[in-house]
């Protein structure tokens, strides 16, 4: 399994962003996929995950302006960032779950400015 993560760039504060997870290789249908991040000096952090039924889950500091989605027939995460704020700079990274393994993309950097 492969995930490549896409998207990332350089955005102002209260600007959007769209990131994409495309999953590749042996997938099975029950699985489920998280976006994480992680900032300078701090530690990994998950920032939202979705159910292979649609189920969502987000941590407090994104609720209301990150939306996560997910496209099955692609095998596809997206993960819509509106409301940018500074704190939000970070490495994302996207991760799978299936048959009690955790794969992982490579991380895609993203930068708000004030």
């Known amino acids: 399994v492969q995930l490549q993560a896409s998207g990332g760039g350089l955005v102002q504060a209260g600007g959007s962003l769209r990131l994409s997870c495309a999953a590749s290789?042996?997938?099975?249908?029950?699985?489920?996929m998280a976006w994480y991040r992680q900032a300078p000096g701090k530690e990994r952090e998950l920032v939202a995950n979705i159910a292979n039924n649609g189920i969502t889950k987000y941590s407090d500091s994104v609720k209301g302006r990150f939306t996560i989605s997910r496209d099955n027939a692609k095998n596809t995460m997206y993960l819509q960032m509106n409301s940018l704020q500074p704190e939000d700079t970070a490495i994302y990274y996207c991760?799978?779950?299936?048959?009690?393994?955790?794969?992982w993309g490579q991380g895609t950097q993203v930068t708000v400015s004030s």
């Open positions: 991760k799978l779950t299936q048959v009690g393994r955790d794969y």
């Open positions: 290789g042996n997938i099975v249908r029950l699985n489920s």
